[in-house]
Every structure is written in structure tokens, then in C-alpha cells.
Antibody
């Protein structure tokens, strides 16, 4: 059974940093692309960042480029998101998602809440 | 960047058929995926690659895609189908490579 379990969310000040992690199990982690998708309170889904199976390619939404860094550790089956220079607009539930056929997301974690507030 | 449009809300009576549209420029040339999200829960993939149901998704759910509109349809609507539904595509030139529609809230009357 595929499981994705996020951690690392919490309260941060504007300009601060947080690191999110996603522990993956139930599939061959190193053969699938992974992404982070966020959802601000009462809003829709927004793709944030993605990484290739080998980790050699990373992509970011313009809204986080230069501030967020995605990376993966295949020895620990873990996906990570380093978030720096946080702003109030980064407040959201952050989901870890496994890439499926045709760039869909076939499995999602339960999400971790990031709240940025002074 | 590539933009997807969805109606904000759809209401349907139990036992009837619900239809949700997803509009985008020449979306028929893209692969469209649909997600169901219930309050407080993670999204669940219900249709991928326009028409394919993942394992465990009822046959009541179906999808189509042509021209500038993709459609998610689910028949014999049940109370448990109340949720937000999002369409999604991949667009290599967009500022968000994975583009989501704004979502449609389905209410079962």
C-alpha cells in the first residue's frame, strides 16, 4: 500500500524558514517523480515544485522560485522541501504527491499545515 | 500561462447525473486528470488521461475531452459524492508546470 506522510509544518514568521519532509513507502521511490502541491485556506490546489525520479531535474512555480528548494533522499525514501524567505502568502496545507501516468498525481499525503504570521 | 476554467458550483439531485466542465485553450490536445477532494481530506484521483478510472473508482465516474472542453461525469449521484472537484493538466511552458482548475463544488440536493 502506497503511503505518503508529511511532517515539518508549523508556525513561521515572515522571512523565516521551514523544512517539510514526506516519508514514502509502498512503492519503488526512486522510479517516480514527486511533487509538492499546496492549498491556501479556502482556496484551490496550487502546484509548488516537482522533482524527477533521479533528482537531477527540479521545477518550481514562479511564486516560489529562488526561495524554495526541493530535494529527495532515495536512501531514506524521503522527499523534502526547504522553504526560505517565507511570506504570508505561503500559508497553506502542503501535500506531497506521487506522479502517476501522464503527469497525474495518483497518491497524495494527508498534508501538513504551514502558517506564516507575525 | 495556461489557464483552466471550471464552474464554481454544481447542484444535483440524488440518483441523477452530474457534469463538470473544464475549459482550456485546445485542451483536447492535452491529457486531463480529475481529482475529488472532500473537506479536510487529501485529493483523490478519480480520472486520469481523460477517460481512465484508477482502481477502486466506481464505474459511475467517466471523463471525456475534446476541443476546448474536458468533462467529468458521474451518474447515479450519491450523498457521498459531495466534494470539490479539480481538473489538472501538464503544460511545459506554463509558470506552473502542473496546472489545476479553480475547482467545482458539487452539492447533492
Amino acid at each position: 500500500e502506497v503511503q505518503l506522510l508529511e511532517s515539518g509544518g508549523g508556525l513561521a514568521r515572515p522571512g523565516g524558514s521551514l523544512r517539510l519532509s514526506c516519508a514514502a513507502s509502498g512503492f519503488t521511490f526512486e522510479t517516480y517523480g514527486m511533487s509538492w502541491v499546496r492549498q491556501a485556506p479556502g482556496r484551490g490546489l496550487e502546484w509548488v515544485s516537482g522533482i524527477s525520479p533521479s533528482g537531477d531535474r527540479t521545477d518550481y512555480a514562479d511564486s516560489v522560485k529562488g526561495r524554495f528548494t526541493i530535494f529527495r533522499d532515495s536512501s531514506k525514501n524521503t522527499l523534502n522541501l526547504q522553504m526560505n524567505r517565507l511570506t504570508i502568502e505561503d500559508t497553506a496545507v502542503y501535500f506531497c504527491a506521487k506522479e502517476g501516468w501522464n503527469e497525474s498525481f495518483d497518491y497524495w499525503g494527508q498534508g501538513t499545515l504551514v502558517a506564516v504570521s507575525s | 500561462s495556461y489557464v483552466l476554467t471550471q464552474p464554481p458550483s454544481v447542484s444535483v439531485a440524488p440518483g441523477k447525473t452530474a457534469t463538470i466542465t473544464c475549459g482550456g485553450d485546445d485542451i483536447g490536445t492535452k491529457s486531463v486528470h480529475w481529482y475529488q477532494q472532500k473537506p479536510g481530506q487529501a485529493p483523490v484521483l478519480v480520472i486520469y488521461a481523460d477517460t481512465i478510472r484508477p482502481s477502486g473508482i466506481p464505474e459511475r465516474f467517466s471523463g471525456s475531452n475534446s476541443g476546448n472542453t474536458a468533462t467529468l461525469t458521474f451518474s447515479r449521484v450519491e450523498a457521498g459524492d459531495e466534494a470539490d472537484y479539480y481538473c489538472q493538466v501538464w503544460d511545459r511552458v506554463s509558470d506552473h508546470l502542473y496546472v489545476f482548475g479553480p475547482g467545482t463544488t458539487v452539492t447533492v440536493l
